[in-house]
T-cell receptor, first 115, second 110 residues
Framework: NAGVTQTPKFQVLKTGQSMTLQCAQD?????MYWYRQDPGMGLRLIYY???????DKGEVPNGYNVSRLNKREFSLRLESAAPSQTSVYFC??????????????FGAGTRLSVL | GQSLEQPSEVTAVEGAIVQINCTYQ??????LSWYQQHDGGAPTFLSY????GLEETGRFSSFLSRSDSYGYLLLQELQMKDSASYFC???????????FGTGTKLQVIP
């Protein structure tokens, strides 16, 4: 039972390159999330998927796209990376709904540097 | 939109008690959560309050006052391993959206 698995763990990109961050969960959760974390900024929501087949923008969606491939997998794509996207990216999954508390289970993170 | 405020840093002595406060502004509030994050690690869930009052989980307790839009995390019998960042987070938007505060870095000193 691995929980939430993110790949890769580290990545260095040049400005303008593209890449996809992968995330998979094995807890049968309906909801999945992508956050970025910058020093002193806490966790900011990029996109989320409340259930398979749906995605919604969060607080900082510009420059990103997402795909909810199936119930297990939720990927984040940077089409043209910029230095401002240097950050630590976390994927999370949860159950939502009344009484469910929406406890977020996080992956280990992807440390991305854009030069 | 949502906004949360918590102190940026707190220092406390091993064995002591420390309280980390969180005030929030949000629409459609459902609950307040707390997460712990060690340097280089991922956030992990600690506690959740949907109703006013105190929730206790071992050495950790969390309090919520919905009328004051205020909550706190209380850590007792502090240990060196409690040195970490602590985030409050509000649940809103039909239980779907979790908005995190900027975090409080707790340093436990001998």
């Amino acid at each position: 039972n691995a929980g939430v698995t993110q790949t890769p763990k580290f990545q260095v990109l040049k400005t303008g390159q593209s890449m996809t961050l992968q995330c998979a969960q094995d807890m049968n959760h309906n909801s999945m999330y992508w956050y970025r974390q910058d020093p002193g900024m806490g966790l900011r929501l990029i996109y989320y998927s409340a259930s398979e087949g749906t995605t919604d923008k969060g607080e900082v969606p510009n420059g990103y796209n997402v795909s909810r491939l199936n119930k297990r997998e939720f990927s984040l794509r940077l089409e043209s990376a910029a230095p401002s996207q240097t950050s630590v990216y976390f994927c999370a999954s949860s159950e939502i709904g009344q009484g469910a508390k929406n406890i977020q289970y996080f992956g280990a993170g992807t440390r991305l540097s854009v030069l | 939109g949502q906004s949360l405020e918590q102190p940026s840093e707190v220092t406390a002595v091993e064995g002591a008690i420390v309280q980390i406060n969180c005030t929030y502004q949000t629409s459609g509030f459902y609950g307040l959560s707390w997460y712990q994050q060690h340097d280089g690690g991922a956030p992990t869930f600690l506690s959740y309050n949907a109703l006013d009052g105190l929730e206790e989980t071992g050495r950790f307790s969390s309090f919520l006052s919905r009328s004051d839009s205020y909550g706190y995390l209380l850590l007792q019998e502090l240990q060196m391993k409690d040195s970490a960042s602590y985030f409050c987070a509000v649940l809103s938007g039909g239980y779907q959206k979790v908005t995190f505060g900027t975090g409080t870095k707790l340093q436990v000193i001998p």
